[in-house]
């Protein structure tokens, strides 16, 4: 299909998130729409679910057309309500990283008192959790979602006068909470004591070593780069390395999970997971495990273009196609590689997986005057089709920034400018980052 098709859908993607903001004391979202009365994401700033997961649209409808006024009155109201928040819950994506995230793409420099507010929520052990979690987790959060490895991106991301103290703080606190593993590698699990541990981006190990790898080389910290090289030595030795792919289990053991062991997504698939080893390149990194780290990364994506998806192969397989769990982030994640790549062929083959992403969003569109949604899939109730999701990570506004994204590479080529964001930045050329470059 052509980058106008994909343009055209992503603007009635963002069409439809908009009738959905509301205002009563700043802008918030409903997080679905299911016909009951409207009512705020459980956290409604958040950049998750909330109001801050607009802003990397927003910019991203800067680099093709003017914000027309009520966008510009949105993303002034975003900015205020953010500016005004009194949050501890230190978080990438559910507290003051994402606060941060926002507000450095919609008004650079308004994200510098929510840096030093997480510079002075700092304790020795890194961040206290979120109230919310502070019951289940008895100890610091670790992963890049809600704890120290989200911290650390952002700082790194941002900087400022604040960010080297918020590194070194999260960096340290991820030292003392490693678990060694067989063969001289390191886990992390979302906290010390967790049943369970989710290797992948997400809420484990490859997100925790790619903090460490960028902390590590902007902090010129050595023993931060080799904690990050061993945790990914860690995931090599318990990948599947079959077929010339990279492949970890969602969960280990597998018995505390009962559906597919594997997925192929940004938070517990490979896609997500490709991330540390553009990290580790990064932090000068050559090889893990014998491995390059360069072969590794493609090794995941691999196995992403091998595995099948965005096709509903079996009830269970894919059901997913937002930003944190499917489709558009594994599209998103394709672009990235393919504007990193200096090799033509490579970044054709990459691209074409992106619009194969691209493709299957526009096949599920569900369309009306109001614009463009997409209803998620869980196989296991009765009926299966969720009610769509209008946010960042789970909804219409994630995939609208992909569609209009892909739209822009395939009309402006592999050096298109990129919305960058605290947990990606380093998977692209920095030149090419709007946010770190400009």
Not at 119 to 138: F, N, Y
Not at 172 to 194: I, K, N, Q
Not at 267 to 274: I, K, M
Request: charged share 25%; aromatic share 6%; with cysteine.
């Amino acid at each position: 299909m052509s980058g106008e098709t994909y343009r055209e859908l992503g603007e009635a993607g963002w069409a439809w998130v908009r009738r959905q903001v509301r205002d009563k004391d700043g802008p918030w979202l409903p997080e679905v729409v299911d016909g009951e009365p409207a009512r705020p994401a459980e956290d409604r700033d958040s950049l998750y679910a909330g109001i801050a997961g607009l802003a990397p649209v927003l910019v991203e409808l800067t680099r093709t057309r003017a914000l027309d006024d009520g966008e510009q009155a949105l993303r002034a109201a975003i900015v205020d309500r953010l500016a005004r928040s009194d949050r501890v819950d230190p978080s990438l994506y559910d507290g003051l990283g994402g606060d941060v995230t926002a507000l450095r793409l919609l008004d650079r420099g308004r994200e510098r008192p929510a840096m030093a507010r997480l510079a002075e929520l700092r304790t020795p052990a890194g961040w206290e959790p979120a109230p919310a979690m502070r019951e289940q987790s008895h100890g610091p959060v670790t992963d890049v979602v809600s704890g120290s490895a989200g911290v650390v991106l952002t700082a790194a991301w941002a900087g400022g006068d604040t960010a080297t103290e918020i590194m070194t703080t999260g960096g340290e606190a991820l030292l003392r909470v490693a678990e060694p593993t067989e063969g001289g590698g390191l886990d992390w699990r979302m906290w010390p004591g967790y049943r369970s541990s989710n290797p992948n981006f997400s809420h484990g190990t490859a997100g925790v070593a790619a903090a460490l790898a960028v902390a590590g080389h902007a902090l010129g910290r050595a023993d931060f780069v080799a904690a990050a090289r061993r945790g990914a030595e860690h995931l090599v030795r318990i990948a599947a390395l079959d077929d010339g792919g990279f492949v970890v289990e969602h969960t280990i053991p597998r018995s505390t999970r009962e559906v597919e062991p594997v997925t192929w997504n940004w938070c517990h698939g490979p896609a997500g997971t490709s991330q540390v080893f553009a990290a580790l390149a990064r932090a000068g990194v050559e090889q893990v495990g014998g491995h390059e780290v360069g072969e590794l990364r493609r090794r995941c994506l691999h196995s992403v273009l091998t595995s099948g998806v965005p096709q509903r192969l079996r009830p269970g397989f894919w059901d997913n196609d937002g930003r944190c769990c499917g489709t558009a982030g594994v599209g998103d994640i394709l672009l990235d590689a393919a504007q990193d790549t200096t090799d033509e062929a490579y970044a054709a083959r990459l691209l074409r997986g992106a619009e194969t992403m691209a493709d299957a969003l526009v096949e599920r569109a569900v369309r009306d005057g109001d614009g463009a949604r997409w209803r998620f899939v869980e196989h296991r109730q009765d009926p299966p089709l969720l009610p769509p999701g209008t946010a960042w990570m789970q909804g219409a506004a994630g995939i609208a920034a992909f569609l209009l994204r892909l739209a822009r590479v395939l009309e402006d080529g592999p050096t298109a400018p990129v919305i960058d964001r605290p947990d990606q930045w380093w998977t692209v050329p920095e030149r090419l980052c709007v946010t770190r470059s400009g």
